[in-house]
């Protein structure tokens, strides 16, 4: 029982972060219907930019994150503006090439930056866990999970109750119509590229000092926010949520009772069971295709 | 003549044999090593422990008058690359003796290679037991099996109070992991200490709460981990996270350097199986020689932590010059010949091949020094 608990603030605290990863990634695809393969790379370079600022320009580690963030998001609004806008219109073969080259030349770009050992970053909180009854939990960890609820939260806000958020929401049904109806369109890819940039890059500087930062840390990671997107349902925002914490629950659960061998395996293994139970994903509705 | 060698080796050479440039042409040697990907740290160190072994050589006239040079390839931390690295090195660098591949799981991903090549390649850091009993000629090992670790350990296991009585172990999912956890359980467990749970995790992950959950499950008393340097610090900070309450000994080389600066909280303390510690290297079989390769990595500026695993590049590099050396011609065949004729001093201590494997097709296998270093509260020192 007591294993079981643990699991279970392991598997909330992992599911948070995984929900942060796979946001940033489906608000992309579901606005723009881009699928971002830099988003691993996004987040990698949040950690760095996190690394930087509080380790070699010695700034204060909460507007380290703020500031890291914010690069991620410029760094997307960059990535759309000089490769992502000359291809509208162009086939998602092309756009699909455009962004596995970006990726790969910003993992280059972190290796000849920062070179290939991997860094610590600092915190402020104390390395001692905190424990309550059977359980233990780092106070890092913690501040990871709320400033990733606080996070989805005010994305949701961003989305549902802004003008903003209509205009995206408004593009990402029709983008056609939404232009008619005076939406900037090409301004919404921006700024939906950058937010989805942003989220990665914040998730990668909250994470940064609970892992180690390394050129290739986002290849794993990558990888699991394109199962979280897949499980959730692509282009559904609440699917992103409820599938990174059904990976985070998934990986733990299985890896402590079942084999940790085969503890990666468990999260794909589900997302098979869910492609052939509900193809659409566990939340969306089923697409039209065609 | 180890007296000679040695000078030569720790730079003490005499000034007519120093040369600033070599008319001839140099005499290359082929490295592969992680130099990008999931153990990236560790392969660029032993990459520079063997470039400083060049410098260092080639101060001293290099070999029979020609420089040495070092063509490195990265393998990507990925058995596929260290294949295509090798199939570079040997087809278009041509070069005659090979050192590598960091992994165990890229080092035997190598090894038909070097026999369809006929190229010899000595091995500085892979420890599974099958690399040199696979009946393969062309490989020669300076470092030690995971088995030879185990020994070692074994011989101090008496040092601990309270004693060891039950071991657990969490271990890289690839052969390195696996065999360091067979053999530990193997020779602690003829010793009358078993093992308890055994968990693995693969070389990529960074959450390991559940393997550390499961374990803390288990009633043994220390925790053996194996794996590289990063994962290793992951793994120290989350046991301390899952309280897992385990005495930790890490095998296999890896130091989590990081602690050092960051030391783990609690006044947590933990034992590192070692093969150079650069600490102490007046403690080392040859202190002179360990003395040049640290002075000449300080020089560099490089982290300090990279020299419990830059000693390896070191070490290869003079091990296949002084092959070249005996070899007295720059082939392969030659230098794997003279290979078994090798017997000079290294960081580590003495090089010296012995026969190992099927008869007729041995390879080579040197029987290195162990070292058991204690990290707490960011102070290391020899158990």
Redesign the interface.
């Known amino acids: 029982m007591d294993q079981a608990l643990q699991h279970l603030v392991n598997g909330t605290v992992l599911g948070g972060t995984y929900a942060l990863l796979g946001i940033g990634l489906t608000l992309i695809f579901g606005v723009m219907r881009v699928v971002n393969f830099t988003h691993g790379e996004l987040y990698a370079f949040g950690a760095y930019m996190a690394y930087g600022l509080v380790s070699l320009l010695g700034l204060n580690f909460y507007l380290s994150l703020l500031l890291a963030a914010l690069l991620g998001a410029a760094l997307g609004a960059v990535i759309e503006r000089v490769l992502l806008r000359p291809l509208r219109g162009a086939d998602i073969d092309s756009v699909m090439l455009a962004m596995i080259g970006a990726a790969l030349v910003l993992q280059n770009a972190s290796m000849w930056a920062w070179g290939g050992v991997a860094k610590l970053v600092p915190s402020p909180f104390d390395g001692m866990p905190l424990v309550f009854g059977p359980v233990s939990v780092l106070p890092l960890r913690l501040f990871v999970l709320g400033v990733a609820v606080a996070l989805l939260l005010a994305f949701w806000f961003l989305l549902d109750r802004t003008r903003a958020g209509i205009a995206m929401r408004a593009t990402f049904q029709d983008p056609e119509t939404a232009a008619l109806m005076g939406v900037r369109v090409a301004w919404v890819g921006t700024a939906t590229f950058a937010i989805g940039s942003g989220l990665a890059a914040a998730a990668g500087a909250l994470l940064g000092p609970v892992f180690m930062v390394s050129p290739t840390m986002g290849d794993l990671v990558g990888l699991k926010a394109f199962a979280i997107v897949i499980l959730g349902g692509l282009g559904n925002l609440p699917g992103a949520v409820i599938g990174g914490f059904a990976l985070g629950y998934v990986e733990e659960f299985g890896g402590g009772f079942l084999s940790t061998e085969y503890r990666d395996a468990f999260g794909f293994l589900l997302i098979i069971l869910v492609l052939a139970i509900r193809p659409q994903g566990l939340v969306a509705a089923k697409e039209r295709v065609g | 003549m180890l007296t000679r060698r040695t000078a030569l080796l720790s730079g003490l050479a005499l000034p007519a044999l120093s040369r600033t440039g070599f008319a001839a042409d140099p005499i290359r040697i082929g490295m592969t090593q992680p130099?990008?990907?999931?153990v990236?740290?560790s392969?660029?160190y032993v990459a520079n422990g063997a470039k400083i072994a060049v410098d260092v050589l080639n101060r001293a006239g290099g070999v029979m008058g020609r420089p040495i040079e070092l063509v490195l390839e990265d393998n990507k931390?990925n058995p596929r690359e260290a294949v295509a690295a090798v199939e570079k090195l040997v087809l278009r660098d041509k070069v005659p003796a090979l050192i590598g591949a960091w992994s165990s799981t890229f080092t035997l991903a190598i090894l038909p290679k070097l026999m369809e090549y006929k190229v010899p390649m000595v091995v500085e850091t892979s420890s599974a037991a099958r690399i040199t009993t696979s009946g393969n000629p062309y490989v020669f090992r300076i470092a030690p099996t995971s088995e030879m670790e185990a020994i070692g350990f074994a011989e101090l296991v008496g040092k601990y109070t309270p004693a060891i009585r039950k071991i657990d172990f969490l271990s890289v999912?690839n052969d390195f992991g696996r065999g360091a956890t067979e053999k530990y359980g193997a020779i602690l467990g003829a010793k009358g200490i078993p093992t308890g749970r055994v968990?693995?995790?693969?070389p990529?992950?960074?959450?390991l709460?559940?393997?550390l959950?499961?374990l803390?499950?288990s009633d043994g008393d220390t925790l053996f981990i194996t794996t590289g340097?990063?994962q290793l610090?992951?793994a120290m900070?989350q046991a301390?996270?899952?309280?897992v309450g385990k005495r930790i000994v890490s095998t296999g080389g890896s130091f989590p350097d990081?602690l050092i600066?960051?030391p783990?909280?609690?006044g947590a303390h933990s034992d590192h199986v070692l093969f150079y510690a650069p600490w102490f290297p007046e403690k080392a079989i040859h202190p002179e020689i360990a003395k040049t390769y640290t002075e000449e990595w300080n020089k560099h500026g490089w982290?300090f932590a990279?020299l419990t695993e830059g000693f390896r590049g070191y070490d290869a590099v003079l091990t296949v010059a002084e092959a070249v050396r005996i070899a007295g011609k720059v082939e392969p065949e030659a230098i794997r010949e003279a290979m078994w004729k090798v017997q000079i001093p290294g960081v580590n201590g003495n090089i010296h091949f012995q026969k190992e494997g099927p008869a007729g097709r041995e390879s080579g296998q040197n029987q290195p020094n162990v070292y058991i270093v204690r990290l707490a509260d960011g102070k290391t020192s020899l158990v």
């Open positions: 130099l990008t990907g999931a990236a740290a392969g660029n931390s999912n968990e693995t995790m693969t990529e992950a960074t959450d709460s559940a393997q959950t499961a803390k499950q340097v990063e610090t992951l900070r301390i996270e899952q309280r990081a600066h960051q783990l909280p609690g982290e990279g």
